[in-house]
C-alpha cells in the first residue's frame, strides 16, 4: 500500500526533473548559438581592423564598408559578372591591362540601356 502512494510522487518528481533537463539542453543549445555568432562577429572585426590597419597614410583613397553575408541567388548582378568574362574575356591575350578594362567597358557600353540578355540574366523578363 505504502508502495503505491509513492508511485504518484516519484513520477512527479521524474516529470521535473525531465523539464529541468530540456530546459537546460535548450540553454545550452541558445548559448552555443550565441557564442557561435559572437565569434563569427568577432571574425569580421577582425578582418575590418587588419584592413583599418593596412591603409593607415592612404585614408584620403579608401572607405570601409560592411557588406551583407554573400548570396548570389538574391543578387542578380552576380550573374552578370559571371557571364561577363566568358562573354568579352574568354579565349583572348590582352597586352595590357587597359585593353582588358576597355573591353570590359566597351561591353558594359552596349548594355547600358538593357537587352534581351541583360534581362535574361537578370530574372527581369
Given at each position: 500500500?505504502?508502495?503505491?502512494?509513492?508511485?504518484?510522487?516519484i513520477?512527479?518528481?521524474?516529470n521535473?526533473?525531465?523539464?529541468?533537463?530540456?530546459r537546460?539542453?535548450?540553454?545550452i543549445?541558445?548559448?552555443?548559438?550565441?557564442?557561435?555568432?559572437?565569434?563569427?562577429?568577432?571574425?569580421?572585426?577582425?578582418?575590418?581592423?587588419?584592413?583599418?590597419?593596412?591603409r593607415?597614410?592612404?585614408?584620403?583613397?579608401?572607405?570601409?564598408d560592411?557588406?551583407?553575408?554573400?548570396?548570389?541567388?538574391?543578387?542578380?548582378?552576380?550573374?552578370?559578372w559571371?557571364?561577363?568574362?566568358?562573354?568579352?574575356?574568354?579565349?583572348?591575350?590582352?597586352?595590357?591591362?587597359?585593353?582588358?578594362?576597355?573591353?570590359?567597358?566597351?561591353?558594359?557600353?552596349?548594355?547600358?540601356?538593357?537587352?534581351?540578355?541583360?534581362?535574361?540574366?537578370?530574372?527581369?523578363?
Open positions: 500500500m505504502q508502495h503505491q502512494l509513492l508511485l504518484p510522487e513520477q512527479a518528481a521524474i521535473s526533473l525531465e523539464a529541468c533537463v530540456a537546460a539542453e535548450k540553454e543549445e541558445e548559448l552555443t548559438e550565441t557564442r557561435k555568432q559572437k565569434k563569427a562577429q568577432n571574425r569580421d572585426w577582425k578582418k575590418a581592423l587588419k584592413a583599418l590597419n593596412g593607415q597614410g592612404h585614408q584620403d583613397h579608401f572607405r570601409l560592411f557588406l551583407p553575408p554573400y548570396s548570389p541567388d538574391l543578387n542578380p548582378i552576380e550573374c552578370v559571371k557571364f561577363t568574362p566568358r562573354q568579352c574575356l574568354h579565349s583572348r591575350y590582352f597586352s595590357t591591362l587597359e585593353e582588358l578594362i576597355k573591353t570590359v567597358e566597351n561591353r558594359f557600353a552596349e548594355w547600358e540601356y538593357g537587352n534581351s540578355t541583360l534581362r535574361r540574366l537578370c530574372a527581369l523578363t
